[in-house]
């Protein structure tokens, strides 16, 4: 029964990984249909929506939910994630409008960077040497995706869009661990619904619009399984798994990602671009397996 459920766990962690790898090579696509304001906005609506829907289902079915309910002291944590929520997708998308997806996807394994300082700096969580070693090797790839040209040493403002979405989720990612013992599926309801109103609001504040209709429809679509799908499958395999060991299989979301967008949009990248990858799968590697990379002498095998 123990075998069967780590099986369910992988698959699970696997799954979520997939279900956000489509994020950005179809957030490309759809940036041509829709600004990227609301289209943040729609994606967070489109995972609420969905997550709704699971909710309604989930009651009709007279399930017995014993997962326990937010309460009023995690309320600074919940105003925190929302807040965040709204900023780093806009932050992306805009960066999707002046990068590669695959130089976006990869990108997002600096989020592991930024969760990890944070969670230490003002979390006071420690950081194994292997976790360390790991944000290294990311940085290091973060550093080399961001350089339009290395001779010139002249930034890519796209780049440095997607890794300020990495350390708005890095935030994220520790204000929502402060709540992760509560019912996933009412934090991801809180996060679609309340961030995807906000991003709208600031999208009609700043006067975009939406030409046609049907890119809602998609936009919403895709924020259902990126967003909304994945991240409820990733909590339950975190349960299952622990935090570090679904983390080294939900790090291949970038690689995916990657992937993805080459077969999509057929730019070959400059050959930076695979040293980064390079050092970015040993970095997702490294920072996946949170603990001392040295033995203690007396410790037994």
């Known amino acids: 029964?123990?075998?069967?459920?780590?099986?369910?766990?992988?698959?699970?962690?696997?799954?979520?990984?997939?279900?956000?790898?489509?994020?950005?090579?179809?957030?490309?696509?759809?940036l041509d249909y829709m600004p990227p304001t609301l289209m943040a906005g729609f994606l967070y609506i489109?995972?609420?929506?969905?997550?709704?829907?699971?909710?309604?289902?989930?009651?009709?079915?007279?399930?017995?939910?014993?997962?326990?309910?937010?309460?009023?002291?995690?309320?600074?944590?919940?105003?925190?994630?929302?807040?965040?929520?709204?900023?780093?997708?806009?932050?992306?998308?805009?960066?999707?409008?002046?990068?590669?997806a695959a130089n976006a996807s990869l990108l997002n394994n600096f989020e592991i960077v930024a969760t990890a300082f944070i969670a230490l700096m003002i979390f006071k969580e420690k950081i194994s040497p292997r976790l360390w070693l790991g944000i290294i090797f990311v940085t290091l790839s973060c550093f080399l995706l961001s350089f339009e040209d290395i001779s010139s040493f002249q930034f890519s403002y796209g780049s440095l869009l997607v890794l300020g979405a990495c350390i708005c989720w890095g935030f994220e990612n520790n204000c929502t661990k402060k709540i992760s013992s509560k019912d996933p599926l009412q934090i991801v309801l809180l996060k679609g619904i309340f961030s995807g109103l906000g991003s709208i609001l600031i999208g009609i504040l700043l006067k975009e619009k939406i030409t046609t209709l049907w890119s809602v429809f998609a936009v919403m679509g895709v924020g259902f399984v990126a967003?909304?799908?994945?991240?409820?499958?990733?909590?339950?395999?975190?349960?299952?798994?622990?935090?570090?060991?679904?983390?080294?299989?939900?790090?291949?979301?970038?690689?995916?990602?990657?992937?993805?967008?080459?077969?999509?949009?057929?730019?070959?990248?400059?050959?930076?671009?695979?040293?980064?990858?390079?050092?970015?799968?040993?970095?997702?590697?490294?920072?996946?397996?949170?603990?001392?990379?040295?033995?203690?002498?007396?410790?037994?095998i």
């Not at 970038?254 to 992937?259: K, R, S």
């Open 46 to 100: 489109g995972a609420g929506i969905g997550m709704g829907v699971i909710a309604f289902i989930r009651k009709l079915n007279k399930n017995k939910n014993i997962e326990e309910k937010l309460s009023k002291k995690e309320f600074p944590y919940v105003v925190m994630m929302i807040l965040l929520d709204i900023i780093a997708p806009i932050s992306l998308l805009f960066g999707l409008k002046l990068t590669t």
């Open 227 to 300: 967003y909304g799908l994945s991240i409820f499958c990733y909590v339950y395999a975190q349960r299952i798994l622990g935090a570090a060991r679904t983390s080294a299989y939900y790090a291949i979301a970038p690689f995916i990602g990657t992937l993805l967008s080459l077969l999509i949009f057929q730019e070959l990248p400059p050959y930076t671009y695979f040293i980064a990858l390079l050092l970015m799968i040993i970095g997702a590697w490294l920072s996946s397996q949170d603990k001392p990379i040295f033995p203690k002498k007396n410790k037994t």
């Open 1 to 30: 029964m123990k075998n069967k459920s780590i099986k369910i766990g992988i698959i699970l962690a696997i799954l979520a990984a997939s279900l956000y790898a489509i994020n950005s090579p179809l957030s490309k696509i759809l």
